[in-house]
């Protein structure tokens, strides 16, 4: 069983950044490819970021140039870096750990982007 447990959010200005954390139980992380998805408000969820286990990065095309994921596999950790940050990027932001048909989420982290 993999926890994942997500912080850094809150509340921040239009044009302001945030960095999301994801810390993961388990000596399997290095194995599973990471994901960050977010649910705005009567909306659903959607992708943001997914990262393999061998580096490869994809992003939603609402983020692009704007966010960066990356991952520390010694720390057992995924970061969300979000610059640029847009009150349309207001959601729950949730981070998920998945290979083959294991598949894992977070309690998720509100990031509210306003003035």
């Known amino acids: 069983q993999v926890q994942l447990v997500e912080s850094g959010g809150g509340l921040v200005q239009p044009g302001g950044s945030l960095r999301l954390s994801c810390a993961a139980s388990?000596?399997?992380?290095?194995?599973?490819?990471m994901g960050w998805y977010r649910q705005g408000p009567g909306k659903q969820r959607e992708l943001v970021a997914i990262i393999t286990s061998g580096g490869i990065t994809n992003y939603a095309d609402s983020v692009k140039g704007r966010f960066t994921i990356s991952r520390d596999n010694a720390k057992n950790t995924v970061y969300l870096q979000m610059n640029s940050l847009k009150p349309e990027d207001t959601a729950v932001y949730y981070c998920?750990?998945?290979?083959?048909?294991?598949?894992?989420w977070g309690q998720g982290t509100q990031v509210t982007v306003s003035s």
């Open positions: 998920r750990s998945f290979k083959l048909r294991n598949d894992y």
């Open positions: 388990g000596s399997i992380f290095s194995s599973y490819s």
